[in-house]
């Protein structure tokens, strides 16, 4: 018997690490930029976790699953975020939204399984990439952008694909918008788009939660409750939900050897 | 490999282009079915085939041109090749499955029309495959919106003719088909200069009626919870069916049925006990589109059915055999065609209930519902294939596709995260 799992999950923009001991407590949990190479930051990864790797089984889950040549076996990122989701929020029905840089995922979750699930990666809209390219126009990081959106109001984007969002939010510029009315208008149209999607999925009771990097910012969770008409949980760990899917998995594999 | 390049040749075919698609087919059948372990023998049949897809059976048809016998070439499975077999014409399926195709189709037709549409129109116009180059006449149809205004394009390159097929199933609608039916006869009558005849027409019906239980046995095998074939197998016989003579196809689909049946016996499975199994349905699946049998299947799962018209829905339903004139003869036809569930019909709820009976007798795990990008049809039905499964309590996952390769891993996740559900 082992005395640790490991879950790693290579995102698109960042890949994350969870170690648990036995009783299923977070003993580390970091993460690195994934860059050009998934394989690259896996062999950093690797380096990072030497102390624990010979007394972990490990599981690799997200985009770049198949690129962490030490892991025991690899999970696609649904069932992980649903894993993991589950572990960090405790509610017989549960909607996970994961904002992520590539994807947006939606899960439902019954009873700590998931009964359903919607992921949206063919188009940038609706990601964390949209935000992003939007920070880059008006020059903003992510986290002033959304300070600023706070602050906003009255304007709206219509177009929902991110290359014509983006010239939209260069007119308003040009136009002499106010920066934080045009901040307002970026948020509301992912949150829009992201709210869209989940009303395919969401329960008439049940809780909600978000996951994924974009729960560190305060005001997409409020804007989104506001979408949605509903309470939207987060958790200080939301970002290494996936991971900890993954390392939950891990002992499942442990313990059945 | 027999030399058919002068063939290719005299059929005025672009050989420079024609030797670039050629030289990725055989990477494709390697991966895709040669990977696999454990095949039935009789398959053997299949992999020659596919092999010298345009040899083989191009080479056969010309053959049959020079005693004077016409090709014609169908888009749908609503044209009823037995009028033209009975007026001893041959009918080869001419749907477009290849990405290679789908530029030249843009070429001329709006990007988002769906892939099968602007492979075939790619084909057809790029001469690269021979088969759109043999076919005499195209007969077209009027289901959905894209092929109807193709075909006008085609049209300008090769005899053309539409069969106008109805939109709903009243009864008054199955007489107007049947008049359809019986004007394309009188179509196929003077293109072939030969004249049908009730035996004729009879001998045909029993022909195709043999096939459609032919390939029936060999997808009964598959509800077996021992499965003695997969789904790539499977598909790709299905696929072969709408160009190979139907007698050879039923003959080699009894062989393969019996192998088997006897594997059932035996208990030999293509797969590891408790694999779960997928109910595939939504658009078809032309040649050379493997790409969403191929990652189910690679990822722990089994396509045990497809509810499409490279599936059930070529073969289910027989003509009635008993009718002595044509005029029955082209009603009982067109009773048996209208009985297909396509998405271009409305309602189409016989469709759902297609999907309900499969899902019981394969013995499914999951239904996996995927429509060609632009295919507003299959697309919008979703919605109620959708709703109907999860009513009964069945897994199912809606997937959205084209030819390219780019989206394999997006939906290589979406398709292993379903089996990890329901694998529970
Ligand atoms: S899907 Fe409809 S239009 Fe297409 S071949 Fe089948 S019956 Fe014909
Ligand atoms: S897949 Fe849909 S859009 Fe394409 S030919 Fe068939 S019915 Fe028409």
Redesign the interface.
Known sequence: MKQYSIGIDIGSTCAKAVVLDAEKHIMERFLLPTGWSSVETAEKLKEQLSAYLSDAFTVATG?GRACVPFADRS?????CHGKGAAFLYSAPTLTVIDIGGQ?TKIILLENG?????L?N??CSAGTGRFLEVMANTLGLRLETLCELASAGGGVSISSMCTVFAESEVISLIGRGEPRENIAFAVVDSIVTKVASQVSRLLQADGAVCLTGGLCELPYLRQALEKKLGRKVVTSSDGRYAGAIGAALLAWKDGAAK | MADYVQMWKDLGMDLESHDVLCSVLPTAVGDVFMTQQNRPKAMDFWDLVISEVHGIRPAELIEEQKKGRKVFGTFCVYVPDEVVIAANGIVTGLCGGSQFWVPGGEAVLPKSTCPLIKASVGARLGRTCPFFRIADMYVGETTCDGKKKAYEILGEDVPMYVMDVPQMKRPEDILKWKNEIAAFAKKVEEFTGNKLTPEKLNEAIKLFNEKRKALARVYNARKSECLPISGRDALLMMQIAFFDDPARCAQMCNRLADELEQRIRDGVSVVPAGTKRILVTGTPLAVPNWKLHNIIETSGAAVVCEEMCTGTRYFENLVDETKTTLDEQFMALSERYMKTNCACFTPNTGRIDDILRMVKEYKVDGVIDCSLKFCCLYDTEKYSVSRALKEAGVPILSLETDYTDTDAEQLRTRIGAFVEMIDG
């Open positions: 985009y999970v696609t990122e649904i069932t994807d399984t998931v009964s359903d699930f992921m990666d063919k």
